[in-house]
């Protein structure tokens, strides 16, 4: 076979806050051998989402966290190097749940085949994948936008919100990002095709959030929370919709914020403005997979949806640009490349 | 015509905090005069209910407050004792909108005449008025509940929350009570058929409320806010569904409380529980009500839903019985009685 070099990131320990180098560690491993049943993948490209800070934490979340001393897990664009299984032969290029490391053995479940030649493969972790389905089914199902409202999302430019605002151009909508620096407002309008864009991080972000929804808010698409919920909060109109799909600024807290406790006032809103607040995660509705698949095709078929990667060189640089996507330094859709691209 | 003493009580001003008589004054009046397409009405019972503290107070809420000077507003039962207006004579029984008043003129706009035949008035202000309305929207609409879920409600002994528990039994739920006193916990089990109810003034309610909920809560249908809120939430199970239909811990809040600020954390189990929150008013599922009232008579009839009524005596102690509503003094649905019911 190959005398390539195999890595792979476990977590070390549960991580106080932004982890680390010490909570999540690298270390060299012997290069997997595949047994009947099994083949041998190598990790192409892997997918940093936030939703990864909860794997790491032991605290309760919606699905199981990694256990100190695993390899963290992560979904993955993989080629097939051998294969002692029907249906998958060397060269194949897959989708799979292969995690932080260069190589990997698959008992080919939940791996599926992709075909370079319908599009580009790293799409298959981002505006066709897991994010862009989150942004279908969060916006659709429950935000259940008419055209006309205004549709206000936070991390605008990243995976997700990127792909909000432009399903909510095409459902007539107006809308509105929300980002931590100019240049990526400046991506959610002239790439995305956003409505307006404001920078949070702004001093007079209220007032320009305020002059961009001049209609006032009917969804709020919810990535951050934190200071830019708040500022949402008062532009809410009577029967807004709340689809709560992350809450990125509060992932490292260690401590309940300081006062005043605002849940009674929050309570209060949703009452007098009779408010739908709704927490989803993609994979309670792979029911819509097919549409979501048939529509989002089409979509970029037409120009209507674009996207936006940042891909990342080397399993060494995994650990920080994790970090850098907790604190929004990347750029669009954060991708890790551990290999070469053999469908480029 | 009569010498009948005639009073009403006007908002002198906006309440800080628990309403006093300085702020709801009682006031003689002349008996007013129908003119040409109006009716005198005599007020035989006014409804009183924790909504009303919202049109006391300046504060934005989901309709127009009451103007200091003005009469205050509310549902009333009321004989009809002159009329100028066809297809109402004197002796009818309506529901009216005639406020906290003995006397009021009526153009028979929003008035419904009223059959004693069919069940006793008072209904019409309760459990086949707007609280049995509220109810009935709140969690069936809102709920949407399954047999052999767990239903929790607050304010379980009150107007809304005795109708919540009854439907949910007949829905096929386990009902769940929280009030603030033995004796309505008594009530909600005994008058009321719920399978259990907890007082939240014991030390050991959290505990009580748990052992209540041995499969957690699918269904919490809000009527109070504050730390019965706060003790629902652990037990609150993946995908459940929080009708918000009142605050009555809240009503006469004056600041923002002390911290921590819970709402950063609720957000996160909104998130990881996939929960639904999700305000109401009764006027706005109007299209309801005539489900409503063919399924809350048929329940009536066969039993299924009973009702308690607390009637006080007279106009003059009609703020003083409103205060008591909002520290929970009544049991079951408060309702003045300002004149003699000819019904009866």
Known sequence: MTAEEAKRIIL???????????????????????AVNEMLLRVIYLSLDPYMRGRMSPARSYTKGVTPGDTMVGATIAEVMESNLAGFAPGDIVLS???????????????????????????????????????????????????????????????????VGQIAKIMGCRAVGIAGAEDKCRMVTEEFGFDA???????????????ACPSGIDIYFENVGGDVFRAVIPLLNDFAR????????HYNDTDLPEGPDRLPQFMGLVL????????????????????????????????KVHYRED???GIDNTVDAFRGLLTGRNRGKLI?????????
């Not at 030649?117 to 935000?143: D, I, N, R």
């Not at 920078?199 to 320009?208: A, L, W």
């Not at 890790?336 to 480029?344: G, L, R």
């Open 336 to 344: 890790m490349q551990f290999a070469n691209d053999p469908t480029k």
């Open 197 to 211: 864009a404001v920078n949070y991080k702004e001093p007079d972000f209220r007032d320009r959030l305020k002059a």
């Open 97 to 163: 749940y292969s995690g932080w490391q260069t190589h990997a053995l698959s008992d080919g479940k939940g791996v599926v085949k992709l075909d370079p030649s319908q599009a580009p493969v790293t799409t298959a972790l981002g505006v066709l994948g897991m994010p862009g389905f989150t942004a279908y089914v969060g916006l659709l199902e429950h935000g259940r936008p008419k055209a006309g409202e205004t549709v206000v999302v936070s991390a605008a430019s990243g995976a997700v919100g990127q792909v």
């Open 242 to 249: 709340i689809p709560v799909c992350g809450r990125i600024a």
């Open 12 to 34: 070390a320990r549960h991580p106080e806050g932004m982890p680390t180098g010490e909570d999540l560690r690298i270390e060299s491993m012997p290069l997997p051998k595949p």
């Open 311 to 313: 891909i990342v060189q």
């Open 272 to 303: 007098t403005k009779r408010l739908s607040v709704r927490g989803f995660i993609q994979f309670d509705h792979l029911d819509r997979m097919p549409d979501f698949r048939r529509d989002m095709a089409k979509w970029i078929r037409e120009g």
